[in-house]
């Protein structure tokens, strides 16, 4: 997705997109958590130099054990969305 909207991709890149899903089973059912964030260096108030979170997004869901990984993988899309929205915004194409 983020290539498709124009996004250059590079596994050394700074700044980067950070996603962490976590995902506990009990009883057939499946609850998850998805967190997406982008990382980037800069100064910060105080003239810190370093690297922080400047967009952050998350969601929680619950499904059955046959669903959840069509569920998280429609999930991390929609916030996969959002930060290029977002980003496309912030950083529009020329």
């Known amino acids: 997705r983020l290539r498709t909207a124009g996004v250059k991709v590079d596994d ?3 700044p980067y997109l950070y996603l962490n899903v976590g995902v506990a089973h009990l ?4 609850t998850y958590s998805i967190s997406l964030k982008f990382q980037q260096r800069g100064t910060f108030d105080g003239g810190f130099r370093g690297s922080g979170t400047t967009w952050d997004e998350s969601a929680v869901g619950r499904a059955g ?21 977002d980003y496309l915004k912030a950083n529009p194409r020329h």
């Open 12 to 14: 050394s890149a700074q």
């Open 27 to 30: 009883d057939g059912r499946a």
């Open 65 to 85: 054990e046959a669903r959840a990984a069509r569920y998280i993988r429609e999930h991390v899309g929609d916030k996969v969305d959002q930060f290029l929205n």
